[in-house]
């Protein structure tokens, strides 16, 4: 097989392609692609333990516990004991995390809508349905 046609190649230069554009457009609100994943899911589940944000992000329990101290050193989000268990920490959107949700779901969709727009309806509908079944992350209901 040429190295060029190689899926771990086109996947990982696509996903870098991607993560470039989103990056470049999140700057403007001072976060990164990682840290939109966890404002993303504090804005629909309101609160999560950082473990529960690893799982839910695909990341490593280290690597999350890095992602929060940088967030919460930006006033994003809080983590507070959990007042049913002590020794458990409850993440939080603070008030400046919050109102980041309007523009910053705009901007990503105008990422994925430039990056699709590369694609006629069809494919770009059969490339997320192949992500998808790559990655074995289930469409949203």
């Known amino acids: 097989m040429r190295f060029k046609t190689c899926i771990n190649y086109l996947l990982t230069v696509s996903q870098h392609?991607?993560?470039?554009l989103l990056g470049n457009k999140l700057s403007q609100f001072g976060i990164t692609?990682?840290?939109?994943?966890?404002?993303?899911?504090?804005?629909?589940?309101?609160?999560?333990?950082?473990?529960?944000?690893?799982?839910?992000?695909?990341?490593?329990?280290?690597?999350?516990?890095g992602v929060l101290d940088r967030m919460q050193k930006k006033g994003l989000i809080d983590r507070?004991?959990?007042?049913?268990?002590?020794?458990?920490?409850?993440?939080v959107l603070t008030p400046e995390g919050a109102a980041l949700e309007g523009d910053?779901?705009?901007?990503?969709?105008?990422?994925n809508r430039q990056v699709l727009s590369r694609f006629d309806a069809d494919t770009a509908e059969?490339?997320?349905?192949?992500l998808q079944l790559i990655s074995g992350v289930q469409p949203e209901a």
């Open 17 to 20: 392609e991607v993560f470039q």
């Open 33 to 65: 692609p990682g840290q939109y994943g966890v404002l993303n899911y504090l804005w629909e589940m309101h609160e999560a333990s950082p473990k529960e944000l690893a799982r839910e992000l695909s990341l490593e329990n280290s690597t999350i516990s």
């Open 104 to 111: 910053v779901l705009k901007a990503v969709d105008e990422v």
């Open 80 to 91: 507070l004991l959990d007042p049913s268990d002590r020794r458990s920490i409850r993440v």
């Open 126 to 130: 059969t490339l997320l349905r192949c």
